[in-house]
Structures are given as structure tokens and as C-alpha cells.
């Protein structure tokens, strides 16, 4: 589903079959191996933007949203939690 986010345009996650949904499983588990080796607080991606190297993601710590660049310490604060997220979100046609 394509959405906005203020001025920040995105794709949410969404798993169409059961390859699909391993696909997405694995990305995620990499993903956290990564962050843990890197010394980085563990986020799960919801979210992929046009930047190959953004996403939009949730850290399992606090529960806040934000936009991260990957394999890489910069976050950008968008929301404290996954509802506040969702109620600014408007869906894109």
C-alpha cells in the first residue's frame, strides 16, 4: 500500500503468499543480526521508501516510529508509537 507520511512518501510492508511471507521473515532476521552486530538498538522495518537504504521502522525498545538509514546510526524521530503513526498516514491512489 502506498502512503504518506508528511512529505515523506512509502510502501508498507504487506506479505502476499507464503514464499513471500519467508522472504519478508528472513529480510527481517538479517536485519537485526546486522543491528546487533553494529552495536545498534533493534528495529523491525514496516516500511521501505524510495532511498534503497531507507526505511520507515519501529524500534523494539521504545516503540517509537521512525525513519532509519540502514546499517547506519541515523533515525529520524516521525512518531512515538505505531497508532500515531498510522493516524497521520494518508493512503496514496
Known sequence: ???QF???KLTLLQT???DDFRRVQENLIGHLVTQKR??????LFIATLEEE???IS???LSGEVCKETLGT???THLASNIAEFLNQ???LL
Open 53 to 55: 537504504l531507507e526505511v
Open 16 to 18: 502476499w503468499s507464503e
Open 73 to 75: 546510526r541515523k533515525r
Open 6 to 8: 508528511g512529505d515523506i
Open 58 to 60: 519501529v524500534c523494539n
Open 1 to 3: 500500500m502506498h502512503a
Open 38 to 43: 553494529l552495536k545498534l538498538p533493534p528495529t
Open 89 to 91: 498516514l494518508k493512503p
